[in-house]
T-cell receptor
Framework: RKEVEQDPGPFNVPEGATVAFNCTYS??????FFWYRQDCRKEPKLLMS???SGNEDGRFTAQLNRASQYISLLIRDSKLSDSATYLC??????????FGKGTRLSVIA | ETGVTQTPRHLVMGMTNKKSLKCEQH?????MYWYKQSAKKPLELMFV???????ENNSVPSRFSPECPNSSHLFLHLHTLQPEDSALYLC????????????FGSGTRLTVV
């Protein structure tokens, strides 16, 4: 089993839609989790940190289920500018962080 | 400006050239990383430095030679590269225990001709 697994997509959704991505991780001792956003040909940028059961930031909600070892990212009211690749990242307690391969989102007008 | 600065932003080099990529961070972090990202591919970890000591070399060919003179600066020396080495090279930094994740630089887009 891969350390961090994501559905590569692409997810093609219309503007205003709600979309959710899941990510599963294999190391039950993982301590903290992150969602990064990466635009085409740009560097990854931290979108949200997920430290406990989850957190919300505007249209974005991240949830953590330790029992099932998955993290989710929910985007409400999708905008064209949300089109990007979303990387699930896991801190297992040992450097370096483990990056998923990313889920590609395309929001269509 | 993320606090991690990479230069140059773009680089074109021949296969016989020698060049260096530079990364500098102003965040007080003590771990630094080099990643390679080929077109439409996931990130590939190359090297990890903690307190300027190399702690991980992810089976990177010797034509890539990292250098970390202090916790704020990281270099990647390049020589006799191949066209397949063309990629986006990303530097990142963090605390040694990356509880707040990594901060990435904007990357150097390298083309080997």
């Amino acid at each position: 089993r891969k350390e961090v697994e994501q559905d590569p997509g692409p997810f093609n959704v219309p503007e205003g839609a709600t979309v959710a991505f899941n990510c599963t991780y294999s190391n039950s001792a993982s301590q903290s989790f992150f969602w990064y956003r990466q635009d085409c040909r740009k560097e990854p940028k931290l979108l949200m940190s997920v430290y406990s059961s989850g957190n919300e930031d505007g249209r974005f909600t991240a949830q953590l289920n330790r029992a099932s070892q998955y993290i989710s990212l929910l985007i409400r009211d999708s905008k064209l500018s949300d089109s990007a690749t979303y990387l699930c990242v896991v801190n297992t307690g040992n450097t370096p962080l483990v990056f998923g391969k990313g889920t590609r989102l395309s929001v269509i007008a | 400006e993320t606090g991690v600065t990479q230069t140059p932003r773009h680089l074109v080099m021949g296969m016989t050239n020698k060049k260096s990529l530079k990364c500098e961070q102003h965040l007080g972090h003590n771990a630094m990383y080099w990643y390679k990202q080929s077109a439409k591919k996931p990130l590939e970890l190359m090297f990890v430095y903690n307190f300027k000591e190399q702690t991980e070399n992810n089976s990177v060919p010797s034509r890539f030679s990292p250098e970390c003179p202090n916790s704020s600066h990281l270099f990647l020396h390049l020589h006799t590269l191949q066209p397949e080495d063309s990629a986006l090279y990303l530097c990142a930094s963090s605390q040694v225990t990356p509880e707040r994740g990594y901060t990435f630089g904007s990357g150097t887009r390298l083309t080997v001709v």
